[in-house]
Structure formats: C-alpha cells, structure tokens
Nanobody, 119 residues
C-alpha cells in the first residue's frame, strides 16, 4: 500500500501560479511512474501530466503544454506540478497517481488538493 499526500493547492487569480506537491510513503519511489489528474465539478477526471520513474520522460495534456511542468525528487519520494498562467476553467481538485512499473495495474491515488482560479 502506498499513501500519497498532495499539498500546495489554494486560491489564485487568473494568470497566477501554484506548485503542487505529492509525497509518497514508499521506499522504492523510483519504481513508480507518477501522474497528475484533475476533476472539475460535474466533469470526469482528466489527465494532466506524467513523469516516469527516473524522471527522464514526461508528457502533458495538450491544454497545459508550455504552462505546466512536472518533476520529481526520488530521494524525497515527492513529485511536483508547477502550474503557470492558470485559467479559471482549471479550477478543480488535483489528484496524484502512482503506478507501479513492475506490477501491471498496481496503482494508488491521493486524496486530492483543491485548486481554485478566480477570474
């Protein structure tokens, strides 16, 4: 069992920035590919960003390319999402996800952190 704890959410104005963190309670953090997802009110959860276990590969949803970056510190078992130029429509609960690279289908979710972008 891996526990994920997101933090860093809050209220920001249109065009502002936030940095989310997700700390994992696991020794072998590098064995987990990490992702960020978000769910707005009344909408389905959607993919935002991905980073593989050693941090060498990343991918982003088209809607956030060029504005968001994802990084990780395996020594701290933490993944980050830097969000710049935020828009009101990006108001959502942001979730961290961990997928074990060796065991297919073994994944975990955090409890989420609220991001609110005011216009």
């Amino acid at each position: 069992q891996v526990q994920l704890a997101e933090s860093g959410g809050g209220l920001v104005q249109d065009g502002g920035s936030l940095r989310l963190s997700c700390a994992a309670s696991v020794r072998t953090f590098s064995l987990y590919d990490m992702g960020w997802y978000r769910q707005a009110p009344g909408k389905e959860r959607e993919f935002v960003a991905f980073i593989n276990g050693n941090g060498g590969s990343t991918s982003f949803a088209d809607s956030v390319k060029g504005r968001f970056t994802i990084s990780r510190d395996n020594a701290k078992a933490t993944v980050y999402l830097q969000m710049n130029s935020l828009k009101p429509e990006e108001t959502a609960i942001y979730y961290c996800n961990a997928q074990n690279r060796l065991i297919k289908g073994l994944g975990f979710w955090g409890q989420g952190t609220q991001v609110t972008v005011s216009s």
